[in-house]
């Protein structure tokens, strides 16, 4: 099953605008991860925000985490046409041990097609 | 270094048979886990498999099984296939450094139909 929802569930923008995904998760995590799916092919990596961070950077990414509120937002600046793909975001779980191992589980991803 | 892949790419299999994925995984990297995307129940992890062992699993029946060679690189079974097996099978490799989790990168899949 999965771990989190992911909102909004689509989104439609202009070239040159925001855009923001949010993500809510239900358990402790060791990290979330933020992955970039275009057309049903394989996932890309985006960027990695672990549970003791609030906010990381990438180029034009931008990733908060809360951990008191179980969730996290992807803003992308300015956005490009070929930003156009959907986005996932995964979590890693704290087990007993304080080990992770390798289970991503998945929110279930937002669309996000922007309009040249 | 090349990244992950996957092969076949696609594959056309009828009810009742098996089949076989095979993953091979960034060079250095020592983990690799299997995930099943479905449009109806999105991605859903399958096992991971470390050193040749297999360390987590998903709620997936028996008929779903894996292993992984000394080489790191791994192999996915589902065996008497049913329709609802149609998915594309991702797999992902991670470094896995000193017990640490990091992120994992993504082969292109397995698009696999069941008629």
């Known amino acids: 099953s999965q771990q989190g929802e992911e909102d909004p569930q689509a989104l439609s923008i202009q070239e040159g605008e925001n855009a923001t995904m949010n993500c809510s998760y239900k358990?402790?995590?060791?990290?979330l991860q933020w992955y970039r799916q275009n057309s049903g092919r394989g996932l890309v990596h985006l960027i990695l925000?672990?549970?003791?961070?609030r906010e990381k950077h990438s180029g034009r990414l931008r990733v908060t985490l809360d951990t008191s509120k179980k969730s996290s937002s992807l803003l992308i600046t300015a956005s490009r046409a070929a930003d156009t793909a959907s986005y996932f975001c995964a979590t890693t779980r704290r087990d007993a041990g304080g080990t992770s191992y390798g289970k991503l589980t998945f929110g279930q991803g937002t669309i996000l097609t922007v309009h040249p | 270094k090349a990244g992950v892949t996957q092969t076949p790419r696609y594959l056309i299999k009828t009810r009742g048979q098996q089949v076989t994925l095979s993953c091979s995984p960034i060079?250095?990297?020592?983990?690799v886990s299997w995930y099943q995307q479905t449009p109806g129940q999105g991605l859903q992890f399958l096992f991971e498999?470390?050193?040749?062992?297999?360390?987590n699993k998903g709620n997936f029946p028996g008929r779903f099984s894996g292993r992984q060679f000394s080489n790191s690189r791994s192999e996915m079974n589902v065996s008497t296939l049913e329709l609802g097996d149609s998915a594309l099978y991702l797999c992902?490799?991670?470094?896995?450094?000193?017990?640490?989790?990091?992120?994992?990168?993504f082969g292109p899949g397995t698009r696999l139909t069941v008629l």
């Open positions: 498999y470390f050193s040749e062992t297999q360390r």
């Open positions: 060079s250095g990297h020592r983990s």
């Open positions: 925000i672990r549970s003791n961070e």
């Open positions: 992902a490799s991670s470094p896995m450094t000193s017990g640490t989790y990091n992120e994992q990168f």
């Open positions: 358990t402790s995590i060791n990290n």
